[in-house]
T-cell receptor, first 109, second 112 residues
Framework: SQKIEQNSEALNIQEGKTATLTCNYT??????LQWYRQDPGRGPVFLLL?????KEKRKERLKVTFDTTLKQSLFHITASQPADSATYLC????????FGSGTQLTVLP | DGGITQSPKYLFRKEGQNVTLSCEQN?????MYWYRQDPGQGLRLIYY???????QKGDIAEGYSVSREKKESFPLTVTSAQKNPTAFYLC???????????FGSGTRLTVV
């Protein structure tokens, strides 16, 4: 079955550094990959979408890449801040969205 | 402001009871979705609807039912046939799968 895997359950980094989160997909070829932020007890908030024919997309301090050869997306937060601490979800869409289990990011002051 | 409203925020169900979770959107989105989130498992799709009066089963539809009589509303009923209903339930909407989803704030259901 189609699967989205986020390799790290938790990631701790120092404030000001770049956080890099990994998302891998198997058994299908999503036309889009999406990234969401989720805070405890809240619904996910959409951040970025990247299409399979796009290599990279940026939004402010966020950057997402889509490598169809490696079947992988990388999500970068540059100049990270403690307010960036949250769980980040990757999702791949063919007909519907399939979500990964998320990576909990903690930015240490 | 446009958005999705889920109610109630917390819900307690007794064994053998059916309960209905409400989801309303004012974004004029055609597509609506219900997901279940359990700790460490990410979001799993229960049901989705791409148009009024039509809906499709997702990956874990057993023990759940939905209706889509109005574009704005997509209620989810958790029936007594769902043996492990304790979870965080999220409703979402989108224009199409090619756009990001807008999620509600969720309903936490607990069996007592």
């Amino acid at each position: 079955s189609q699967k989205i895997e986020q390799n790290s359950e938790a990631l701790n980094i120092q404030e000001g550094k770049t956080a890099t989160l990994t998302c891998n997909y198997t058994n299908y070829s999503p036309a889009y990959l999406q990234w969401y932020r989720q805070d405890p007890g809240r619904g996910p908030v959409f951040l970025l979408l990247i299409r399979e024919n796009e290599k990279e997309k940026r939004k402010e301090r966020l950057k997402v890449t889509f490598d169809t050869t490696l079947k992988q997306s990388l999500f970068h937060i540059t100049a990270s801040q403690p307010a960036d601490s949250a769980t980040y979800l990757c999702a791949g869409s063919a007909r519907q969205l399939t979500f990964g289990s998320g990576t909990q990011l903690t930015v240490l002051p | 402001d446009g958005g999705i409203t889920q109610s109630p925020k917390y819900l307690f169900r007794k064994e053998g009871q059916n309960v209905t979770l409400s989801c309303e959107q004012n974004l004029n989105h055609d597509a609506m979705y219900w997901y279940r989130q359990d700790p460490g498992q990410g979001l799993r799709l229960i049901y989705y609807s791409q148009i009024v009066n039509d809906f499709q089963k997702g990956d874990i539809a057993e023990g759940y039912s939905v209706s889509r009589e109005k574009k704005e509303s997509f209620p989810l009923t958790v029936t007594s046939a769902q043996k492990n209903p304790t979870a965080f339930y999220l409703c979402a909407s989108s224009e199409t799968v090619a756009y990001g989803y807008t999620f509600g704030s969720g309903t936490r259901l607990t069996v007592v």
